[in-house]
């Protein structure tokens, strides 16, 4: 066994316990019990094909109920690379450092050797999505649970096979969850506080195509920073056979949230309470210099050839969803860029309009490019009436968000939520609390019962708007 001695320091070979093995070892199996209740290290995962930074994300902290030690299974290359490069500057921070021992298996049959070995008992998956949702469908036959990360279908193909990985998770006591990270962040948690107080917002007008009662926008950035670094993508990112069009991919959060804050906790059935609309794609156009920034390398691959029109790179990574969630018009849409301009970074609008008032995210200029929550009265409601019940309400709130304040808007009938600093966690923190909830989940043993069939209709919604995109 050799070591790159460029990426092998003598302090990850210390901190890294690695077992990398294309050979038909054998291996002592282990029980592994797929139960809990809340012993320490109980939890034992496993990360396969670890191609997406969201994958290091959700290691970015240590978990009283997960082994230290993680089982690593993914084909050999610079994708691998970086997993492991990120962990280990996680595990050496000097401030609150991690202190995973990782153990990797590099060979094309990653799949199949850890579905054999069965070392672990929670799967972790994020990377290139054109086998994601077999090698999900796989696992959970297979006995594992799995945390995958979106999406868990690109394509109305992979939502049939995403449905009959539900029903083998539900044969076998298994839990499927997708990490949902947009349901921590604090403006739209109380978005969707402030939609359940019929005082303040009365109740979700039924909207038209023109104008829905919820609209939701999304703006992101190839090339961004994380965790303080440059974000090297993988080529396979650009290509939308390998990555999915954007119409589903980042689509997926905003759909959830749809779902999340105007029917909580809700069951919703896609069959019946779902009418698709229209949908519509384009394309984001990157120049070879612009490829070769975010990616490091100095040509197309042969793959994306016929997606290059004189010498530029053409992304399918814009897409538009209007369809009906028990009635209500919805719209979600999603833009990539480039690069973000200077100051700012990915951007998040959100509109519910209630027959009281409008409850509006915007993360502008104007906001320095940090979500706020606005709630602005519709026309006939008494500004003063509802600035006294505004307040009256926050002051209810504030024993649940303890600081929480608003305030008048300059100039403008709008209110703004002042949000206290210690409720504005990162993207990147968000990781952690989807874990944490998920392994309350695996204590439990169960899923809420509204999960699994709105992230079946969640899917449903961005796999047959590609359908009528294309």
């Not at 999900?136 to 992979?158: E, R, S, W």
Request: charged share 25%; net charge negative; proline share 4%.
């Amino acid at each position: 066994m050799k070591f790159n001695s460029k990426f092998w320091s003598p302090v990850a070979a210390s901190i890294l316990l690695l077992s990398i093995s294309c050979s038909n070892e054998k291996n002592v199996e282990e029980e592994v019990k797929t139960t809990f209740n809340g012993e320490e290290n109980e939890i034992k995962l496993l990360t396969l094909d670890p191609g997406h930074f969201h994958a290091h994300l959700v290691k970015k902290s240590m978990y009283e109920q997960v082994d230290p030690k993680v089982h690593v299974y993914a084909p050999d290359g610079p994708e691998l690379e970086a997993y492991l490069q990120a962990i280990e500057s996680f595990n050496t921070r000097e401030e609150n450092p991690t202190s995973w021992q990782l153990e990797v298996y590099k060979g094309d049959d990653f799949l199949e050797k850890m579905i054999q070995e069965k070392k672990g008992n929670v799967m972790v998956t994020a990377g290139n999505n054109r086998e994601k949702t077999a090698n999900i469908k796989a696992t959970v036959d297979a006995g594992f649970h799995v945390l995958a990360d979106k999406p868990m279908a690109i394509d109305v193909a992979g939502f049939e096979l995403l449905k009959e990985a539900f029903a083998s998770a539900s044969e076998n006591n298994v839990l499927l969850y997708d990490i949902m990270t947009e349901r921590f962040e604090i403006s739209t948690i109380l978005q969707r506080e402030f939609s359940m107080i019929p005082e303040i917002f009365g109740t979700l007008v039924e909207g038209s195509l023109e104008d829905p009662a919820i609209t939701k926008e999304s703006v992101h950035h190839f090339y961004k920073q994380v965790s303080g670094k440059p974000l090297i993508r993988p080529a396979w990112f650009y290509d939308v056979s390998q990555q999915g069009n954007g119409i589903v991919d980042v689509t997926t959060h905003l759909v959830d949230l749809v779902q999340w804050e105007s029917f909580p906790e809700t069951v919703i059935n896609y069959e019946t309470d779902i009418e698709m609309l229209e949908a519509r794609r384009w394309t984001t156009d990157l120049s070879m210099e612009q490829f070769s920034r975010s990616t490091g390398l100095d040509a197309y691959p042969d793959y994306l050839q016929g997606v290059v029109e004189n010498d530029t790179l053409k992304v399918y990574g814009n897409g538009e969803i209007n369809y009906k969630i028990n009635g209500i018009h919805a719209k979600v849409s999603v833009i990539w860029n480039y690069i973000a301009p200077e100051g700012s970074a990915d951007t998040h609008y959100s509109i519910m309009r209630g027959t009281k008032s409008n409850l509006v995210i915007r993360q502008d200029a104007e906001e320095n490019y940090t979500p706020e929550l606005y709630l602005e009265p519709v026309e006939g409601v008494d500004p003063e009436a509802f600035e006294t019940t505004v307040q009256e309400q926050v002051s209810n709130l504030s024993g649940k968000f303890s600081g929480l304040d608003v305030v008048k808007v300059e100039g403008k009938n709008s209110w703004r939520i002042v949000i206290p600093q210690p409720f504005r966690t990162s993207h990147e923190d968000h990781f952690r609390e989807v874990t944490e909830a998920y392994i309350q989940y695996l204590t439990e043993g169960k899923l809420p019962d509204w999960e699994v069939p709105n992230m079946l209709a969640k899917y449903y919604v961005t796999t047959r708007g590609l359908e009528l995109a294309q």
